[in-house]
């Protein structure tokens, strides 16, 4: 239902970005997570759908950046000034609730982002 798209190999202080394409429902959010090894899958960005309105980690405000394109069905996530620590396998998600305080209620498969230093 999620297809995630858009990582790879990049350099200390790069850009990526992501996408996710797949139906979603209009009120729902849409967001991306990502998993590092050894760690949690953690919350990284969030937007409801309908509304468009954005929220994120902490960690991520002011590098990244969500967006969507309701006639393309896809969420993209443009990261900025990526750093080592951001290297994990992100996953984008969806479900009724805000990402950041609520598990979604769908998964999408993730792709992997590797920055080196």
């Known amino acids: 239902q999620l297809q995630a798209s858009g990582g790879g190999l990049v350099q200390a202080g790069g850009s990526l970005r992501l996408s996710c394409i797949g139906r979603?429902?209009?009120?729902?959010?849409v967001g991306w997570f990502h998993q590092a090894p050894g760690k949690e899958r953690v919350f990284v960005a969030g937007?409801?759908?309908?509304?468009?309105?954005?929220y994120y980690a902490d960690s991520v405000k002011g590098r990244f950046t969500i967006s969507r394109d309701k006639a393309k069905s896809t969420v993209y996530l443009q990261m900025h000034s990526l750093k080592p620590e951001d290297t994990a396998i992100y996953y984008c998600?969806?479900?009724?609730?805000?990402?950041?305080?609520?598990?979604?209620?769908?998964w999408g498969q993730g792709t992997q982002v590797t920055v080196s230093s």
């Open positions: 979603g429902r209009t009120n729902w959010h």
């Open positions: 937007i409801t759908w309908n509304l468009g309105t954005t």
């Open positions: 998600a969806t479900g009724p609730l805000s990402l950041s305080e609520s598990p979604p209620s769908y």
